[in-house]
């Protein structure tokens, strides 16, 4: 059993939204006159999620729009900053997703190019920031459709995610059925 857990291939990153992918949106609580959240809650399950992750040897990349304190602050509390081996946030790149730069950064930080972006998966709750984002760059997209604060219909073929989640804890499993189709199949992309 050990040498198949070793041989299994990993994706080469996992990047993650935060808004209502960890962290619950309806809970934040902003510094006043900011657009600071010094505190949120965690959506059920998103801890789980992330200790399951990192247990098992993914590499994971923060893909959050908003400013840097926000999620210092709001992963921090929860213990889950560390769990990140990058965090590419908008305030610090300069724009907010689904522009190009998000991704592009997200794969650098990975030690990627756009040629390994069919090894790479991005789960968001977001389907014209994260899905969108992702599918033009050719990232396996994952919307998790947990909270009902953004649309979950497609406005077009554009934000359509080639895979869908109700909630953190079938994150893992997901993982894990496509990295057997990624040993045995040509690239996402080229499908």
């Known amino acids: 059993m050990t040498d198949l857990e070793t041989d299994q291939s990993h994706f080469a990153a996992i990047f993650l939204d935060c808004g209502d992918t960890l962290i619950d949106e309806r809970t934040e609580v902003k510094l006043p006159g900011s657009e600071v959240v010094i505190r949120a809650d965690l959506i059920p399950g998103a801890k789980e999620m992330m200790d399951s992750l990192k247990a098992a040897g993914h590499r994971l990349i923060l893909v959050a729009d908003g400013p840097r304190q926000t999620f210092v602050n709001m992963l921090t509390h929860h213990g889950l900053w560390d769990h990140f081996d990058a965090h590419i946030i908008s305030e610090d790149v300069g724009v907010h997703k689904p522009d190009a730069r998000m991704f592009d950064a997200a794969l650098a930080a990975a030690g990627l190019t756009r040629d390994d972006a069919w090894r ?7 389907l014209s920031r994260d899905i969108c984002g992702a599918n033009a760059l050719g990232i396996t997209s ?15 073929a554009s934000e359509v995610p080639n895979y869908r989640i109700e909630a953190p804890a079938e994150l893992p499993g997901l993982l894990e059925r496509l990295e057997v189709l990624t040993k045995h199949r040509a690239p996402f992309a080229q499908r």
């Open 120 to 126: 790479t998966v991005m789960v968001g709750n977001n």
């Open 142 to 156: 994952v919307f998790m459709a947990w909270s009902t604060l953004r649309t979950h219909v497609p406005a077009d």
